[in-house]
């Protein structure tokens, strides 16, 4: 039981460059999340899904798009990197929307 | 606005206790979550608070006051593995969970 898994664990991009970020989960949950955190910042929600084919924004969605095509993954996108996506993204994943969320390793991307 | 404060870093002595409070103002209220986090790992769930009271978890217990928008952390018998950031969370009225920008705890021998 791997719990929430996410790809890459680093990443350095150039600005305007594009890649995804994957998230994976094994507990079954119909909840997931994507948040960044930034130094001296509470975690903020870029966008969640409630289910398979399901997604929704959250607090900073602009830069960003999601999918989720199968229940144990969730996608998020970055289409055009800026220097102010640089941050830590963490994925977490929950059974129900007022459940506690169970939250991946992180992933550390750098834009330059 | 939504607001959750909570003191920056706080330094404590091994063996012994310390609180770390969370005041909140949020668009309703469906629960207050402790989290643990280590310097550049996961925030790991420590408790739930959605009714008035103490809420003990062995070493950890976790204290809410609904009418003063208020909560606190407290950790007993503190040992150096409990130094990281400790973050509070506030689930608002849609189920979304609004967090505190955490504290850092720092243990000292």
């Known amino acids: 039981n791997a719990g929430v898994t996410q790809t890459p664990k680093f990443r350095v991009l150039k600005t305007g460059q594009s890649m995804t970020l994957l998230c994976a989960q094994d507990?079954?949950?119909?909840?997931m999340y994507w948040y960044r955190q930034d130094p001296g910042m509470g975690l903020r929600l870029i966008h969640y899904?409630?289910?398979?084919?399901?997604?929704a924004k959250g607090e900073v969605p602009d830069g960003y798009n999601v999918s989720r095509l199968k229940k144990q993954n969730f996608l998020l996108g970055l289409e055009s990197a800026a220097p102010s996506q640089t941050s830590v993204y963490f994925c977490?994943?929950?059974?129900?929307?007022?459940?506690?969320?169970?939250f991946g390793p992180g992933t550390r991307l750098l834009v330059l | 606005g939504q607001n959750i404060d909570q003191p920056t870093e706080m330094t404590a002595t091994e063996g012994a206790i310390v609180q770390i409070n969370c005041t909140y103002q949020t668009s309703g209220f469906n629960g207050l979550f402790w989290y643990q986090q280590h310097a550049g790992e996961a925030p790991t769930f420590l408790s739930y608070?959605?009714l008035d009271g103490l809420e003990e978890k062995g070493r950890f217990s976790s204290f809410l006051s609904r009418s003063k928008g208020y909560s606190y952390l407290l950790l007993k018998e503190l040992q150096m593995k409990d130094s990281a950031s400790y973050l509070c969370?506030?689930?608002?009225?849609?189920?979304?969970?609004?967090w505190g920008a955490g504290t850092k705890l720092i243990i000292k021998p």
């Open positions: 608070n959605v």
């Open positions: 969370a506030v689930m608002d009225s849609n189920y979304q969970l609004i």
């Open positions: 977490a994943s929950g059974p129900a929307a007022q459940e506690t969320q169970y």
């Open positions: 899904s409630v289910g398979e084919g399901t997604t």
């Open positions: 507990m079954n949950h119909e909840y």
